[in-house]
């Protein structure tokens, strides 16, 4: 059977982009949840780590920022960090009813409810002795420092320190630091392992709400930003994670006004910067913003712009 899609918004608090239905007499959860990864992603994706949430590398990505679990017998989940998109699959019997269909699919959206729930436990307790052992890695690290990742940017160190040959750029929740972006000379990121990313951001400036209040994704087009216009800039690090960090901007700052600077990936398929930025901009009564960097190998954010020397404005 050829998996089935469904529309967004399937009831209850698990949101899904598509709910992909096999019949369990030719898939197992396992060869069904791995179809699907296909299916979604090409081939290629391996799952790495070990228990029952496992991690892979989208197409076209270098971090871990896909996830996927199987639930049951019956039921799995897959999605990714960066995008926010959430997919459930669940073995079904193309012979039943559809109200027989319907309540398979509700059944399934139950246990990733719960199954969600319980990580959700688990993972405050993960990330808040995550953001402990960074505590004396941040006090330690150089705060005076000439790392070559600013350097090559063309921007200042701002609010970072160096721990070894790593640029540490903080992330905060808006009341205390929380994670940390961990960047090598060559460019690389990463978080701290098992530390708490969404709705999460490094601010730059001064939050005076007489100035619009920029988001965007990466630290070096905050810093790029804030140097043109003046105005406060809320690093949210990926697309996905641009509307938690707007929602908390918009609750904190209900008068304010709010732009979402998105990074241009032209280059990629259905522009999942603009896609996600324009999106958020119109969850929070804001405007949205992009580079006009169409066309150009290599270009996709505010800090491209500039260091192709045309001016940045918001």
């Known amino acids: 059977m050829t998996a089935q899609r469904k529309a967004p918004g399937c009831g209850g608090r698990a949101r899904f982009d598509s709910i992909i239905e096999l019949d369990h007499r030719h898939h197992t959860i396992d060869s069904a949840l791995m179809l ?69 699919r509700q059944k399934a959206r139950q246990e990733a409810q719960t199954a969600r729930e319980r990580q959700q436990e688990a993972l405050a307790r993960q990330q808040a002795q995550a953001t402990e052992r960074g505590m004396p890695i941040w006090h330690g690290a150089l705060r005076g420092h000439q790392h070559p990742y600013p350097l090559r940017k063309g921007v200042g160190n701002g609010w970072t320190r160096q721990h070894r040959q790593l640029l540490m750029v903080p992330l905060t929740d808006g009341r205390a630091l929380i994670n940390w972006q961990f960047i090598a000379p060559d460019g690389t990121k990463r978080f701290l392992t098992g530390g708490r990313k969404q709705g999460c951001y490094h601010p730059i400036g001064a939050f005076d709400t007489d100035r619009p209040l920029l988001i965007c994704e990466g630290w070096a087009t905050g810093m790029t930003l804030h140097a043109a216009t003046g105005s406060a800039v809320a690093c949210a690090m990926d697309a996905g994670n641009l509307l938690p960090v707007a929602r908390y901007l918009r609750s904190r700052y209900p008068g304010a006004s709010l732009i979402v600077a998105c990074d241009n990936d032209h280059a990629t398929e259905g522009n999942p910067g603009v896609t996600k930025g324009k999106a958020t901009a119109d969850a929070v009564g804001g405007r949205a913003i992009w580079p006009a960097v169409d066309g150009i190998e290599g270009a996709s954010d505010y800090n491209d712009l500039a260091l192709l020397g045309r001016e940045v404005t918001a």
């Open 36 to 104: 699907a990864l296909g299916d979604l992603y090409g081939g290629g994706i391996v799952l790495r780590g070990r228990g029952q949430w496992q991690r892979f590398t989208p197409p076209g990505k270098r971090d871990l920022n896909g996830y996927a679990a199987i639930l049951g017998h019956e039921v799995a989940l897959l999605g990714r960090w960066d995008t926010g998109e959430q997919h459930l699959v669940v073995l079904g019997d193309e012979q039943a009813t559809e109200a027989e269909r319907e309540q398979r």
